[in-house]
């Protein structure tokens, strides 16, 4: 029973440091480049939320729109 617990405790941990590891090149590479990763907010951007003010009455319902693009290009 020792084994196995130590076993599934060093997976959960190598797959914890795989994720952060992921996580960390994810950034460098978005720090390296962040072009990149602004390139991929551009475009139309439409947006709804939903508010509850009082249980009693219909929720109030909110739009929202963008538009994004690079500036100098």
Not at 8 to 35: F, S
Not at 50 to 64: H, I, L, N, S
């Amino acid at each position: 029973m020792k084994c196995m617990t130590g076993t599934v405790i060093a997976a959960a941990l190598a797959i914890v440091g795989l994720a952060l590891a992921d996580d960390e090149t994810q950034n460098h590479q978005q720090q390296a480049n962040p072009t990149a990763f602004l390139q991929q907010l551009v475009g139309e951007w439409t947006a709804v939320s939903y508010a509850v003010m009082d249980p009693a009455q219909e929720p109030y319902r909110f739009e929202g729109r963008e538009t994004a693009r690079m500036l100098g290009q």
